[in-house]
Each structure stands twice: as C-alpha cells, then as structure tokens.
C-alpha cells in the first residue's frame, strides 16, 4: 500500500515537474524503489521497480519503448537491494550516495540499450546526468533525514517540559 502510494506521488510529482518544465528533474521513481531495496529484498524491490519503469515508460515516451525504463530499473534495483542486504543502508548520506549512483546506472544502461536498439552511437549527456543524479540523491537523504527523525519523542518531550 505505502508503494503503491509512494509510486503514485512520484508519478505525480514527475508530471508536475514536467509542467513546470525544469531543466534536469530529479527521477523520483527511484524513491520507493530504493525505499524498498535498501532493506535488502530483491524481489520486492524489482517488482516496485518493475512498476515504477513501466510508469515512467508511460509517462516519458507514450506509445514506444515500452521497457525501456523498466528493464534498467529492475536491474538497478537488483543491485540496489543486493548492497541492500550485505550493509546497513540508514544514514541519510549512505541512502543519498546509492540513490546517487543508481540513477547514474540507470542513466548509463537506458542509453546503452538505446544505443542498441536504434544501431547509432549516443553518447550520453553527462552534465544532465550529473545533476540529475544529485537532485535525486539529495531529495533521498533529505527524505530519509525527514522519516528517521523522532518526531513523536520531541512531541512528547516537549509536552513534558510544557506541563511541568
């Protein structure tokens, strides 16, 4: 339920920012995946990711290529979630440098595969992959920072100082 919730606002989210027409959007596809596979589960995690390419497929190129997406973040997630189970991914900063590097992969797969299927060589746009990359790091750990605060101690501590 909570994926298919955090799908649903990154579908969202990646419509609003295509309105609002920014230059290099972060991918916010990889937010539940990397949600889900920084615990560890692979299946799971490439199922989310299954789902998630195939809504970006949808939503990025309507109409063909449909996989596209999909199949480089399967195998992202995959990865994802096999870091996942050998480490502890808590830290915000350790959660931001995999998101980081995921969408760096997943940037560099789509265009291989791209690559392959039209028969030319294209030569990927780093720049672009760089910044997206690092917007979609720094919204991960910004949320991660945002989850593992402990919002309901400092509730409850703050009521204990404001009744005594």
Do not use: C, N
């Not at 949600?35 to 799971?44: I, N």
């Not at 497929?57 to 449909?66: E, K, S, V």
């Not at 189970?85 to 995999?98: F, M, T, W």
């Amino acid at each position: 339920m909570i994926v298919a919730l955090g799908l649903a606002l990154a579908a969202l989210g990646t419509l609003l920012l295509g309105v609002l027409a920014i230059p290099h959007p972060p991918d916010l596809f990889y937010l539940p995946v990397a949600s889900v596979a920084r615990r560890g589960r692979s299946v799971p995690a490439m199922l989310t990711a299954f789902a998630a390419g195939l809504a970006e497929d949808a939503l990025a190129t309507p109409g063909r290529l449909w996989g596209l997406h999909s199949f480089s973040k399967v195998l992202v997630a995959y990865l994802l979630a096999a870091i996942g189970a050998r480490a502890l991914v808590e830290k915000p900063v350790l959660l931001g440098l995999l998101v980081w590097g995921a969408v760096v992969v997943d940037g560099l797969v789509v265009t291989l595969l791209l690559w392959i299927l039209r028969g030319e060589p294209l030569h990927p746009a780093l720049p672009a992959l760089a910044f997206r990359a690092a917007g979609t790091g720094l919204l991960a750990a910004v949320l991660q920072a945002f989850l593992r605060h402990p919002w309901k101690e400092r509730r409850a501590a703050r009521r204990r100082r404001r009744l005594a």
